[in-house]
């Protein structure tokens, strides 16, 4: 452990946490308890932030002590390296909830996802059904502008307070300024401003949006959740403490877009029927599991005694067996990218974001 980080914590930092309303210091827990894949090694310290104006000032005052943080939600979109970790956990459990007539709904950063969906689905909101049992933070969706089943969440966020790190100043911003795109919001990656609460609207209809698994049919908001939270747990893309299948980040990789040439040779190569094919701006979307799957890598792999496998259930999951390390982790999707490009000349991208450590390390 770097001393610096834990000298810069400890003292009137720790002391000046402690002392903010809504904010509580613990002993960190090691990242394997902390995230979905259940791997990862200890930081210095951890920091509870209860409510939207904590979870902001504890993030500033560890800004200007210059001590490396990272905020977590649900851990489901981590892979962290083992042993100490030279940062400090922000935990994100402010969990208010809002759901207003007319269906505009407020969560905080910390509200779990999936309760979120459950109550607005109650109440017959429309919107974000397609989204059910997705693990994770309400804060953590506009960071990845989580999609399922032909729905982002981008379809319905109006606007997120935000905490802007480098202007040390919270607000509400509307999501124009997030860049939303598949997988993507110019937070990711960036880490340059908190998101405190985000804001919905949702449709009162009680119909649901188009589900892509249903070839697009539109169902009451109800039957839609139940139905894809089937679907979801036939893949192992539900939590579940007793099943391996689950201890993943969820998609390892994202679908890559390639130009229109490659798609043809890829297609003509493999010589199949009904090559997955989405045509984008910039060229086509291929499916990540369906290049791995063609590329020899099947349910699995590589063995059913390796630390880490990719699901049984689901090609595009990287999982851990139980004992796995991080390093099992990284070396499993070094393989798989790799054998990949080997095959088709596709580098496919992790989706999870990596700490202290990379797959290109
Ligand atoms: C079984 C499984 C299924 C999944 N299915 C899907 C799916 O269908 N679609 C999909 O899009 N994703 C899916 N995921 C990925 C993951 O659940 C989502 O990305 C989720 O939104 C991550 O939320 P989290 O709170 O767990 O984020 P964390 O893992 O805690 O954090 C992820 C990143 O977001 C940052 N972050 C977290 N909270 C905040 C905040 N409040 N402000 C700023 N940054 C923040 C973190 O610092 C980190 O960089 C799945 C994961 C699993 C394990």
New binding site residues.
Partial sequence: MSDSCKARFEGRVAENLSATPGVEVIDPPAFAQL??LRIGGTPVAAVRAKTSEALATAVSLLDEAQVPL?????????VVADGELDLVVVL?ENDALEIAAGGLVRAG?GAV?DEVVAATVEEGLGGIEALSG????A???P??N???YGAEVSDVLTRVNLYNRSTGESGWVPISELELAY?YSN??FT?R???LDIEMQLDPTGISVPLRHMKNRRISVAAARASVLEVRASK????DATDHD?W????FFTNPVVDSALADAIDAQVGEEGMPRFPQENGEKLSAAWLIERAGFSRGFPAEDAPARLSTKHTLALTNRGNAKASDIASLARTVRDGVEEKFGVRLVPEP?WVGMSIDD
Avoid: C, D, F, Y
């Avoid at 990272?70 to 981590?78: I, P, T």
């Fill in positions: 995230t979905t990272l905020v977590v939600g649900g851990g489901s979109n981590l994100a950063a996802w997705i693990p994770g933070s804060g953590a969706v960071v990845q989580v999609g399922a997988r937070l990711k880490s401003a908190v998101v192992g893309m539900v939590l689950t993943s980040a969820g998609s974001v």
